[in-house]
């Protein structure tokens, strides 16, 4: 097998996707910096993911949209850090197989989470990671996240390899990894385990210690 790139949220971190705490308080440590007092309910639309609705408040309220959604991005990784560190957000139990599994092969991260928070589990919990690759802290770095396989496709760039395997916990990351041309497999955590998928996987997981076999069987072909 030519390479192994794991999502984060939901197969390494704990849970599926980043608190929206974490992102409510980051918009408003965004507003102040800049300066703004919205109204509550404009608080609220400034703390949704809606480039084009940013852009409209944004000029309604004369800042830049660009400089509010890196300020947020920035500041929603210095929190997921600190619940990091603190073991609020913790690692699944099987994640230690990823230490092994570099020694034996290629390895990389690859999220739609922030790519500063990517840099920060790979330097933190040291697995091994030959790259990691996140969104990009800006409008357009949100809109190629997946089922966009743009990110992968960059990661198989920097690795040299043109096929592998894409290990996710949900359906966009089945159908990204199909249109990066890489197999899949599909890991079965307590928040996805009933869910349906939008494509088939070539593998289902009830443990990243499965590929350790995985890796054996497909090597030994």
Do not use: C
Request: a negative charge; aromatic letters at 8%; zero cysteines.
């Amino acid at each position: 097998m030519q390479a192994i790139l794991f999502d984060m949220d939901g197969v390494i971190l704990e849970g599926p996707r980043t608190d929206p705490q974490v992102y409510a308080d980051a918009t408003d440590y965004a507003l102040s910096e800049l300066g703004i007092e919205p109204t509550d309910d404009e608080r609220e639309a400034f703390r949704e993911f809606d480039p084009d609705g940013i852009r409209e408040r944004a000029a309604a309220h004369g800042f830049d949209a660009d400089e509010f959604w890196k300020l947020r991005d920035d500041r929603a990784s210095e929190l997921t850090h600190e619940r990091v560190r603190s073991g609020d957000r913790a690692v699944y139990d099987d994640a230690e197989t990823l230490s092994e599994l570099a020694e034996r092969t290629t390895t990389a991260l690859v999220t739609n989470n922030r790519h500063r928070t990517a840099e920060f589990v790979d330097n933190y919990f040291e697995f091994g990671f030959e790259t990691v690759r996140g969104r990009d802290p800006s409008m357009a770095g949100y809109q190629r996240r997946k089922p966009n396989p743009a990110y992968l496709e960059e990661t198989l760039d920097r690795l040299g390899v043109d096929g592998g395997l894409y290990v996710g916990d949900s359906g966009v990351d089945v159908v990204a990894g199909q249109k990066a041309s890489l197999e899949t497999a599909f890991v079965r955590r307590p928040h996805n385990r009933s869910v349906d998928l939008p494509a088939e996987p070539e593998y289902e997981l009830e443990s990243l210690t499965e590929l350790l076999e995985l890796l054996e069987t497909v090597d030994s072909h």
